[in-house]
């Protein structure tokens, strides 16, 4: 059974920093891509970054230059560095993964179970 595990989100002072972290679990075959979501309460869950299995990155435009999404292949795992944390950043963070399970033939979406992150003085 894949899981996929956050850890990392806590409270934090407006401009400071943190650091989640997301690994994948399980009968695991390949991975090709893996993100990190969010959804701020009375709000829709949106991408804030993506990382492809070869390093590519994607960022929403709130984020750029502040967040940074790298990945460790070998441990399948995924992190969102946060820099200059806003209060408008305060928010529910998912893991994502796109992953195919050993013995499946396509890929399929899988979801961590959230971190909270809250930026307040």
């Known amino acids: 059974q894949v899981q996929l595990v956050e850890s990392g989100g806590g409270l934090v002072q407006p401009g400071g920093s943190l650091r989640l972290s997301c690994a994948a679990s399980?009968?695991?075959?390949?991975?090709?891509?893996m993100a990190w979501y969010r959804q701020a309460p009375g709000k829709q869950r949106e991408l804030v970054a993506a990382?492809?299995?070869?390093?590519?990155?994607n960022y929403q435009d709130s984020v750029k230059g502040r967040f940074t999404i790298s990945r460790d292949n070998a441990k399948n795992t995924v992190y969102l560095q946060m820099n200059s944390l806003k209060p408008e950043d305060t928010a529910v963070y998912y893991c994502?993964?796109?992953?195919?399970?050993?013995?499946?033939?396509?890929?399929?979406?899988?979801w961590g179970q959230g971190t909270q992150v809250t930026v307040s003085s």
């Open positions: 994502n993964a796109e992953l195919r399970p050993t013995g499946w033939r396509y890929e399929s979406d899988y």
């Open positions: 399980g009968s695991i075959f390949s991975i090709r891509a």
């Open positions: 990382i492809t299995s070869i390093g590519t990155t």
